[in-house]
Structures are given as structure tokens and as C-alpha cells.
């Protein structure tokens, strides 16, 4: 069974930094896109950051040139790292995998459970 299991969330004041961690677990065959979601109370989820297996990235406007996204495949890791941290980035991390089971599967979507950042002003 596929696992995403974030860390590394937290509370720390406006200007700060923190870096965020997934680590998918469980037998499949490979990894393709995986990215960073997040969902602040009384919004809807939006993308933060995502990187392809081809390292291409893409950033939400509001994180350009604060948050960089990278991945370990060795490692099965995705990281958010995230500076200059503003009170409006409050919200509940999600990560998310595009994963093949399998060589003939389809790629299916995967979702960690989330892990709360909260920036204080």
C-alpha cells in the first residue's frame, strides 16, 4: 500500500523559514510529478509548488522567490523549503504523488495527510 507521510510543519514567526518533507512508502514502480498543496480554513486547496521527474518546477505567484521545491529519488522524498514565511502562508500542507503501481498501471494521485504551518505576524 502507497503511503505519503509528511513533516516537518510547525508554528514560527513572520520572516521565518521551514522545511517541509514527504516520503512515499510501500511497492510501486515509479514516481512522476509530485507537489505541494495547501488549504487555509474557509478556502479551497491550492497548488504551492510542484516538480516533475524531469525536475522542471512550477510555483503559485504568491510563493515565487520564497519557497523552492526539490526531491530526493533515492530517497522517495519531496521537500518544500520555505523562507521569508508571511502569516497569509498559515495553512494545512498537503503533499501530493502522481505514482504507477505498476509498468502497465495508470498513474493514480496520492495524498499525505497533511501537516498545519502557522506563521505568526
Known amino acids: 500500500q502507497v503511503q505519503l507521510v509528511e513533516s516537518g510543519g510547525g508554528l514560527v514567526q513572520a520572516g521565518g523559514s521551514l522545511r517541509l518533507s514527504c516520503a512515499a512508502s510501500?511497492?510501486?514502480?515509479?514516481?512522476?510529478?509530485m507537489g505541494w498543496y495547501r488549504q487555509a480554513p474557509g478556502k479551497q486547496r491550492e497548488l504551492v509548488a510542484a516538480?516533475?521527474?524531469?525536475?522542471?518546477?512550477n510555483y503559485a505567484d504568491s510563493v515565487k522567490g520564497r519557497f523552492t521545491i526539490s526531491r530526493d529519488n533515492a530517497k522517495r522524498t519531496v521537500y518544500l523549503q520555505m523562507s521569508s514565511l508571511k502569516p497569509e502562508d498559515t495553512a494545512v500542507y498537503y503533499c501530493?504523488?502522481?505514482?504507477?503501481?505498476?509498468?502497465?498501471?495508470?498513474?493514480?494521485?496520492?495524498w499525505g495527510q497533511g501537516t498545519q504551518v502557522t506563521v505568526s505576524s
Open positions: 501530493n504523488a502522481e505514482i504507477k503501481t505498476s509498468f502497465s498501471g495508470s498513474r493514480v494521485a496520492y
Open positions: 510501500g511497492r510501486f514502480f515509479s514516481i512522476n510529478a
Open positions: 516538480i516533475t521527474s524531469e525536475v522542471v518546477t
